[in-house]
């Protein structure tokens, strides 16, 4: 059974950072793009960053690129989003998510077809 | 403003048929292809269509997808209580060296 399982949320100063983990189980986890989308409160899904397989393809969105970083270790299963100057408006639930498998060396996200619960982070003095 | 356009909310009685559109550009819709999730408020979205009109295994077949141009659009017929969420668009956008959108989201209601 697929598993995606975030953690390292919290509640964080403006300026401040914070890592965040995704624990993927279930499935070969360097096969896959694996993505973090985010919903602040009240808002609809934003897409934060996707990550390729092999790590050498990464994308941002233009409200988070220079901040965030993304990254994973396909060892052990694990995905990571490091926030750095975080701000009151990346207040949101973090979910981390796989990408529907795309049978090789894929580039670029196509969907994401499985979905953890989500961690929240809050971002406020 | 989200780079997708939806409508914010749609409306239907049980066992009716409702249509979500979602409108966006050549460097998006119109080069690339659609996905719709079904988001309930404290849950995972959940994926309902990907590349257009392709449903993953357990979605149920009164849900589809279609795309036009710059253009997509999910139905869903025999409208059930339980169909009560918000819905999403999303594709990629080839612009600024690539990036996923979504839509704004659209608030079904059954009635």
């Known amino acids: 059974e697929v598993q995606l399982l975030e953690s390292g949320g919290g509640l964080v100063k403006p300026g401040g950072s914070l890592r965040l983990y995704c624990a993927a189980s279930?499935?070969?986890?360097?096969?896959?793009?694996m993505s973090w989308v985010r919903q602040a409160p009240g808002k609809g899904l934003e897409w934060v960053s996707s990550?390729?397989?092999?790590?050498?393809?990464?994308y941002y969105a233009d409200s988070v690129k220079g901040r965030f970083t993304i990254s994973r270790d396909n060892a052990k299963n694990l995905l990571y989003l490091q926030m750095n100057s975080l701000r009151a408006e990346d207040t949101a639930v973090y979910y981390c998510?796989?990408?529907?498998?795309?049978?090789?060396?894929?580039?670029?996200?196509?969907?994401?077809?499985?979905w953890g619960q989500g961690t929240l982070v809050t971002v406020s003095s | 403003q989200s780079v997708l356009t939806q409508p914010p909310s749609v409306s239907g009685t049980p066992g009716q048929r409702v249509t979500i559109s979602c409108s966006g550009s050549?460097?998006?819709?119109?080069?690339?292809?659609v996905n719709w999730y079904q988001h309930l408020p404290g849950t995972a979205p959940k994926l309902l269509i990907y590349?257009?009109?392709q449903r993953p295994s357990g979605v149920p077949d009164r849900f589809s997808g279609s795309k036009s141009g710059t253009s997509a659009s999910l139905a869903i017929t025999g409208l059930q209580s339980e169909d009560e969420a918000d819905y999403y668009c999303?594709?990629?956008?080839?612009?600024?060296?690539?990036?996923?959108?979504f839509g704004g989201g659209t608030k079904l209601t059954v009635l």
């Open positions: 998510a796989r990408d529907v498998y795309c049978g090789g060396d894929c580039h670029s996200p196509i969907a994401s077809d499985y």
């Open positions: 279930g499935f070969n986890f360097n096969n896959y793009i």
């Open positions: 990550i390729n397989s092999g790590s050498a393809y990464i």
């Open positions: 050549s460097s998006n819709i119109g080069g690339n292809t």
């Open positions: 590349t257009n009109y």
């Open positions: 999303a594709t990629w956008d080839d612009s600024l060296n690539g990036h996923v959108v």
